[in-house]
Each structure stands twice: as C-alpha cells, then as structure tokens.
C-alpha cells in the first residue's frame, strides 16, 4: 500500500511538472493553435468554403471542423512529449527520474499523460475558436467524440515518446512531424471525403492511418465517415497496446535512456 | 544492522562502442564510511557510479546497497541512495524551489511534506534565499549546492558524489567539506570521486583506486600513505645557484637558481639534509610538499598498473 502511494505521488508530480512546463509557455504552445486554426476558418472556411459547397451533405466548414479539431490534437500530443522528453535527455535531467524508485510504467504514464492533457486542451480551445465561425455547431455523439479524442491524444504522445527515445539531436524530433505527421494528416480526410477521389487515390488513402482517426472523431461529431468505425476503434487500440509495450520495453532496455 | 553501505561482486561492463569500461570490479564500502573512490578520467569511476544509481546498465556482477539485491528490488535500494552527479541534471530554467519539491515527489514525498524538507536542506545548504530564482541565474557554486541538495531531499543513507568540487572556488570547496563531514558525522555514508586528491585526504578514511577497468588498490588512507617510500619536497635558500649542490644520498634538482626540489626516502633524516646544506652555507627559507601525499602515491600506482 505505501509503495502504491509513493508511485501515486511520483506520477502525480511528473504529471503537474508537465503541465506546468506547457503552461509556463503558453505562449509558443496554447496561442499558436488557436490562431492558426482560426486562419483556416477564414480562408478555408468563411471565404473559400461557400464556394465549395457541401461535403458528404454538409456545410464544408462544419465539415473541416472535426478535421481541423484532430489535426491540432495529433499535432500538440506528439510535439508535447517528443520534445519534453528530449529535453530531459537533452539537459540530463532525465537522471532526476532515472535514480528515483519510479518505475518505468509511471515514467511513461507521465509523460503520456503531460502530451494528452495539452492534446486535449488544444482540442477543446480550437472547438471554441470553431463556434466563432459555425456557433450552430452540435455534436452528435459525445461519448465517441471524447473517446476517440483521448483515445488520439494517447496513440500521438506514444509516437512522440519512442521518437524522442531515438532522437540525438534536435533535427531528430523535427522529422517524423514534419515529413510523415503532416502529409499524413493533410491527406488523411481532413479537408475532404475520400469519396470525391477517384478509385485508386481512394485506394491509397485507405492504408492512411490518420484516415480512420479523423473520420472516427467526425463520426463522433457529425454522424458522417468514410470508413467503418468499429473497425477503426479497434485499430486505435490495438496501436495503443503495441506502443505501450514497444515504450515499455524500450525503457527496461533503457535505448535512449541509459547507457 | 547490515555491515556494508554498498557491495559491488565483478562488475563488468562494456559499451556499444565494445569500450570495456569495468573487468570485474569487487568493492566493499562500510555503514558509516566516507570512501574515496579515485582513477584516472576514463578508469572506470563514472562508470562504476552509473550502474550502482542505474544511469548505466551494467554487463554483469551484482550491486547490493544495504544489503538490497538492485537485480531484486532496485526501487527499495534507490530509496536508500542519493547521488550527485559530474554534471549539472536539473532543467535551468525552472526555480530551485520546484526542482527540489519535483525530486522529493519523484521519491514518493507529499508535497506538503517536501515543503517542509525543501526549506530545511535549502537553509542548510545557503541556498533558502535564492529559492524562487531560476537555476539558470546561480553561479557555478550555487549550482553544486543545489545538486547536493536534490541528493539529499530523500534523507539517503549512502550518498555518492562523483566530483562535486570540480570548478568550485577554495572557499566554498572547503564550506562543502565541512557539510559532508557533518552528515558523514551524523550517519550518513559517503562515497566520493574527486581529483582532487588532497580532498580525498582530508576527508576520506578508505580509499579505492580504479584504473583501466580493474582495481588497483583498496584499503585504508592511512594504510596507503604509510606505504610512501619518497616524498618531494621543494626548498626555497638564500643562495643564487648556477647547479645543485651535491649532497650523497639525496638526490637534488634545480627548479629555479634559488628553488632546490629534493627526494627523501621514508627512512631518511630531514635534519641529515639540512645539515649538509648548512654545511655548503646554504640556509633553507621555506620549505614545503611537492605535491600533494596522497597524489605521489597515486600517480605510482596508475603508472604501475
């Protein structure tokens, strides 16, 4: 019982530490996503949008929102521990843990739990942003909606965490988001139903990951998807568990960690 | 009451690079010692200290801390265990308060109840002034003691400092000394690497001399200083030379025209010496070691080894 108190505290204090280090930043990290959603809004949703007309019978704005929604959880869980835990390698103070009796486990919960709490605080900031442009905005199924949102938040500060497991310079983190992460995400569905492709675009998009992660949260949202839900979930999941794992016995190796 | 802070039983590692840093080192530290634990950069010191705190995973051997198997329980003996590492850990840009209060957390302490630890080890150390300054801010010294501090936030009954005085000024070395004989005093066993041998000697009562991976020698300060077969010494006369005088038995150089360097054996009379000069109307003004004991036997046995 009292080392089950110990890790609790442990957690709990990595866990405000993390929140606390993106917090102190507000600036670089809650504000941008607010602002540069709001842009996509404007161009891609107020000027350009009414052009464009409906996508899979709805406004295009209220389309691209559950999009646009997704795009900046992903985003902010992957870059909140990628480059967190870098940075503890980076100044050695990963050693504060490392010589502490936490074990691996609370490590990664900590670390995972610093990246979902901005994911989703960035989630929800931008769904406000959102109302400004479509204040008649409902979402169909809450419960799926803030599922997937977690369940994204998770899967996206696991990539982040075995990225900064791996990374030896600051280049290292700037990959993976920059040449995989955002061409995946602009061609996962955010900005359009794969329906409008022709076959065998839409052929391809389909081993597209981030595909079944917004169309999951737009069916959450909007009642509207491209692929099979329950298919999806559990796709999620299974990713969920295989990264989990992968971290775990990274961390028991200690690759990256120790030398 | 278990008789040993630290066992270590052929401990062995060796790198990615197959840089072997450890043979099999056996080392035994007591409840209660302050241990030196000295080599040359790259014997294996750092190495050794790794494994024991589990920054560095080892090849093979065991490690007990207080008699607590870290291949069974580590979490356990790391609770007994405090380190200071060579290098600053702690992130700059947040106060020394919450890297305190951060370290006691990771330790499992409330943070009601590292408040209260926090104030006692940051008054203790000097540094309760400065608490709400960012790290970043503290000059190099500062530094140091705000490392010993995060060390000692848990209350460890082995702490280990790998070269905590490296870069710190005379003064605040000497204010160091005094606080690790103060907690050593107090029950506290300490495990130390310095190059700094005359810290070693002032401090330390056993000592450990690690050398391309092996242990070269462990055994008491005392024991290993009395072993000195010669000592240098440097004389400074009132005599303006152009080459050293020549006395039987003692060899002597010139360091400058006025500054004799001398080799006596342990068995050797220094009055003997002083006598002979006196005799060639050499009167000596000042005399002193050298170098430091401790380091002439050092620099014997890393060159024997």
């Known amino acids: 019982m009292k080392r089950g108190n110990e890790i609790l505290v442990s957690l709990i204090t990595l866990i405000r530490k993390e929140i606390k280090r993106y917090l102190r930043i507000w600036v670089q990290t809650l504000v941008p996503p607010a602002v540069t959603m709001s842009l996509y809004f404007v161009i891609f949703g107020s000027l350009i949008g009414p052009r464009i007309g409906t996508m899979d019978g709805l406004d295009y704005i209220q389309f691209m929102i559950p999009g646009l929604i997704m795009m900046s959880v992903i985003t902010n869980s992957y870059a909140n521990v990628v480059s967190s835990f870098y940075s503890v390698k980076f100044q050695k103070s990963i050693e504060e843990l490392l010589v502490s009796p936490m074990p691996n486990w609370a490590i990664l919960v900590g ?123 559990g796709m999620i999941i299974f990713f969920i568990i295989i990264l989990t794992s992968a971290c775990l016995l990274l961390l028991h190796r200690g690759v990256g960690t120790r030398q | 009451m278990n008789q040993f802070a630290l066992e270590i039983t052929d401990l062995k590692k060796t790198y990615d690079s197959d840089v072997v840093a450890l043979k099999g080192i056996n080392l035994s530290v007591k409840e209660g010692d302050f241990f030196a634990l000295l080599g040359p950069n790259g014997a294996g010191k750092s190495s050794t200290i790794g494994i024991i705190a589990s920054l560095v995973t080892k090849t093979a051997g065991k490690v007990k801390i207080f008699g607590i198997d870290t291949d069974e329980n580590f979490p356990e003996a790391k609770r007994l265990l405090g380190v200071v590492s060579q290098e600053i850990n702690f992130n700059n840009f947040e106060k020394v308060i919450d890297i305190v209060t951060t370290q006691a957390g990771f330790y499992g302490i409330s943070l009601k109840d590292s408040m209260l630890k926090t104030e006692t080890t940051l008054k203790r150390l000097g540094l309760w002034e400065k608490r709400n300054e960012q790290a970043r801010t503290l000059s190099g010294g500062f530094k140091r003691r705000l490392m010993i501090a995060k060390a000692l936030i848990h209350e460890p009954k082995l702490l280990i400092l790998d070269e905590p005085t490296a870069g710190v000024d005379i003064e605040l070395r000497r204010e160091m000394w005094e606080f690790l004989k103060e907690i050593n005093a107090k029950g506290t066993t300490i495990i130390l690497t310095t190059h700094y041998l005359e810290e070693a000697e002032q401090l330390c009562k056993n000592i450990a001399i690690i050398d391309y991976g092996e242990l070269v020698e462990n055994t008491s300060m005392k024991d290993l200083l009395s072993r000195l077969d010669v000592q240098g010494f440097v004389l400074d006369i009132d005599k303006i030379l152009d080459q050293p005088p020549s006395i039987p038995k003692f060899p002597i150089t010139l360091e400058d025209s006025s500054t004799l360097n001398v080799s006596i054996k342990k068995d050797q009379s220094i009055n003997h010496l002083f006598e002979q000069l006196s005799a060639l109307d050499i009167n000596v003004l000042s005399m002193r070691n050298k170098s430091n004991r401790l380091e002439e036997m050092f620099i014997e046995m890393v060159n024997k080894s």
């Open chain 1, 111 to 233: 670390f995972v739990m610093g990246g979902v709490s901005r994911g989703v605080l960035i989630g929800c900031i931008v769904f406000c942003v959102s109302l400004f442009f479509y204040p008649s905005f409902t979402i169909v199924n809450p419960l799926l909606t803030i599922s997937v949102l977690f369940l994204t938040a998770i899967l996206f500060s696991l990539m982040g965490f075995i990225n900064a497991i791996f990374a030896d310079s600051f280049d290292d983190i700037s990959i993976i988001p920059t040449f995989v992460l955002t061409p995946l995400i602009y061609l996962g569905g955010v900005f359009y139903s794969i329906n409008i492709l022709p076959d065998i675009w839409r052929n391809i998009s389909m081993g597209n990951p981030m595909l079944y992660v917004v169309n999951t949260f737009r069916e959450g949202m909007l009642g509207v998807s491209d692929v099979s839900i329950p298919f999806a979930l």
